[in-house]
Nanobody
Framework: VQLQASGGGLVQAGDSLRLSCLAS????????MAWFRQAPGKEREFVAG????????KYSDPVKGRFTISRDNGKRSMYLEMNSLKPEDTAVYYC???????????????????WGQGTQVTVSS
């Protein structure tokens, strides 16, 4: 399974960005997908996750109300719309998917086996 994240960049506080994650190597639709992020000196943290049909989404408290996760199974892609960005959102953002299909939307990185290479998001104040 290969995951390719893209869409990061350098923006100012209050701006928006849209991240994308393109999957290949196995059937896309039956699997939960998630975004994590890792800032320098900090542990990798859960940002948002989405069930395989898209009907269930979960968000971490710091991003709730500002970020929106979505997926397009036909395009084998997942997205993260990030609005009202803050300097504390600065991190490398990773997309991830677990090994087993049709599972819960896990928030622990230990539940995810496959990871993308990450895309840098930098928000200046």
């Amino acid at each position: 399974v290969q995951l390719q994240a893209s869409g990061g960049g350098l923006v100012q506080a209050g701006d928006s960005l849209r991240l994308s994650c393109l999957a290949s190597g196995r059937v896309f639709s039956p699997y939960v997908m998630a975004w994590f992020r890792q800032a320098p000196g900090k542990e990798r943290e859960f940002v948002a996750g989405i069930s395989w049909r898209g009907g269930i989404t979960k968000y971490s408290d710091p991003v709730k109300g500002r970020f929106t996760i979505s997926r397009d199974n036909g395009k084998r892609s997942m997205y993260l719309e990030m609005n009202s960005l803050k300097p504390e959102d600065t991190a490398v953002y990773y997309c991830a998917t677990p090994q087993l299909s049709a599972g819960d939307v896990y928030t622990s990185f230990e539940e995810y086996l496959y990871w993308g290479q990450g895309t840098q998001v930098t928000v200046s104040s």
